[in-house]
């Protein structure tokens, strides 16, 4: 069972009164964004995908748009200028309107593909007890660079150890690395969960 406060009205006031707060702060670089995607990828702005929820419900994920709508000619799929708003975090602003709307929280595990519900083992499966999030303990801990096993196995700690105070520290960590991070984005490798399994044809944005 998830621990209390993962699931706590009080940590849903929260979300909701920082991404009201953000989204009000934030509408100016919102707008430079949008500008800024037009020019430089042009239609569409946003990037939206089915992801599942707590409890796997699925919700549409919003995003900045990244990637090319097509492979490209030199068979490129994330754009120069998709490569900037990732490594700066940019690309995830519009999650914020799903924090708001109670489909994600600022902190929990990452929202994967729906595909991969029937691959996780029943104990992966506890990743879904809470809201997905923002930023998450397996973010902050190598994100990407980590296998598939122990992303899971950090989501689901989390899921057992969530507090106020934990969140607040992923928060103040996933900060920390925004600053310090001067790598390109690393896309994960779809999950299959054994050899033989089918795997997602696109890596998520």
């Keep these: 069972m998830a621990s209390g406060w993962a699931t706590h009205p009080a940590k849903r006031v929260l979300d909701v009164s920082g991404a009201l707060f953000l989204l009000l702060v934030l509408s100016p670089l919102f707008v430079l964004l949008v500008l800024l995607g037009l020019l ?46 990732r490594r700066l975090a940019l690309d995830e602003l519009p999650e914020l309107w799903n924090i708001l709307k109670g489909d994600m929280s600022f902190v929990g595990p990452r929202p994967l593909l729906p595909e991969y519900l029937p691959r996780y083992t029943p104990t992966q499966a506890r990743r879904h007890e809470v809201r997905p999030g923002l930023s ?67 890596p998520a944005e």
């Excluded at 089915?50 to 796997?56: A, K, L, S």
């Excluded at 801990?141 to 196995?153: I, S």
């Design 40 to 85: 430089n990828q042009g239609l569409p702005i946003l990037f939206r995908q089915t992801r599942p929820g707590r409890d796997g419900t699925l919700f549409t994920l919003v995003k900045f748009r990244s990637m090319r709508t097509d492979d490209g000619e030199d068979g490129a799929r994330v754009t120069p200028y998709g490569r900037v708003i």
């Design 136 to 202: 998450g303990w397996a973010q902050v801990h190598g994100r990407n660079a980590v296998d598939w096993n122990t992303k899971f196995e950090l989501d689901v700690w989390y899921v057992d150890h969530a507090s106020f105070w934990l969140d607040l520290k992923i928060l103040a960590m996933t900060i920390l690395h925004l600053l310090q991070k001067s790598e390109g984005h690393q896309v994960a490798e779809p999950f299959s969960a054994s050899p033989g399994k089918d795997q997602s044809p696109h």
